[in-house]
C-alpha cells in the first residue's frame, strides 16, 4: 500500500542554519506530493506541492523537488528562522484514486534557536 | 475569511458519554474528512465525505459515526467513547474529492478520554 516514511525530529538548529528534512514514498501510480506545516496550536497549512516528477514545489523559502527515480521528496530551506518552529509532514495523494485522502507521515519536528 | 471551524477546540470527558465534535467549513466545498492524528503516526483518516449524503470509511473507522445533512456541516460523532480515541482531530475541506485539490485543515479537537 501507499505509504510515506519521514526523519524522525527534533530537528534543532540555530537561526540561519541549512534545513534538509527527508521524506521518501511508496505508492503505486504516480502520487502528488505535499508539504504541510503545522505551528503550534494550529491546523496543518499546505506548504508546498508537487505534482509530477522533477517538479519543485516552493514557498516562503521553502523548497522539495519531486523525484520519482529515488522516490523523495525533501524538504529543504536555505536559511531558517526562529518562526519556522513547527511540525513538518509529508504527505502524498494516489492519482486517480476516488477520494482525496492524505497519506501522512509521521511529522518532524523543527525547533529554530536564535 | 475561508475557514474550517471545529468545536469544541479541546474536551475531556469519561469512558461511554456519548460525543459530538463539530466541523463547518465556509467555502462550498464538496469534500470533507475527518483525521486523528496520534504521536508516531502521523494523520489517519477516520471518514470522508464526497458530497451531501455521501458519506465513506476512512482508514480508522471503528468506533466513530459520521453525518453529512448540509453541504457546510460534517460532524464526528463518538457513541461511547473509549480512553484508545484520546487524540488530536482534525476536520479537512477541498473543492472535489476527485482530483488533488488543497484540503483546508480546521485548527484541531484535543480529546481527551479517561
Known sequence: ????????????????AFLTINCTYTATGYPSLFWYVQYPGEGLQLLLKATKADDKGSNKGFEATYR?????????KGSVQVSDSAVYFC?????GGATNKLIF???TLLAVQP | EAQVTQNPRYLITVTGK?????????????????????????????????????T???DVPEGYKVSRKEKRNFP??????????TSLY?????????????????????????
Open chain 1, 91 to 95: 504527505a502524498l495523494r494516489s492519482y
Open chain 2, 18 to 54: 456519548k460525543l459530538t465534535v463539530t466541523c463547518s467549513q465556509n467555502m462550498n466545498h464538496e469534500y470533507m474528512s475527518w483525521y486523528r492524528q496520534d504521536p508516531g503516526l502521523g494523520l489517519r483518516q477516520i471518514y470522508y465525505s464526497m458530497n451531501v449524503e455521501v
Open chain 2, 56 to 58: 465513506d470509511k476512512g
Open chain 2, 90 to 114: 482534525f476536520c479537512a475541506s477541498s473543492l472535489s474529492g476527485g482530483s488533488p485539490y488543497e484540503q483546508y485543515f480546521g485548527p484541531g479537537t484535543r480529546l481527551t478520554v479517561t
Open chain 1, 1 to 16: 500500500g501507499n505509504s510515506v516514511t519521514q526523519m524522525e525530529g527534533p530537528v534543532t538548529l540555530s537561526e540561519e
Open chain 1, 68 to 76: 520519482k527515480e529515488t522516490t523523495s521528496f525533501h524538504l529543504e
Open chain 1, 105 to 107: 507521515g509521521t511529522g
Open chain 2, 76 to 85: 464526528l460523532i463518538l457513541e461511547s467513547p473509549s480512553p484508545n480515541q
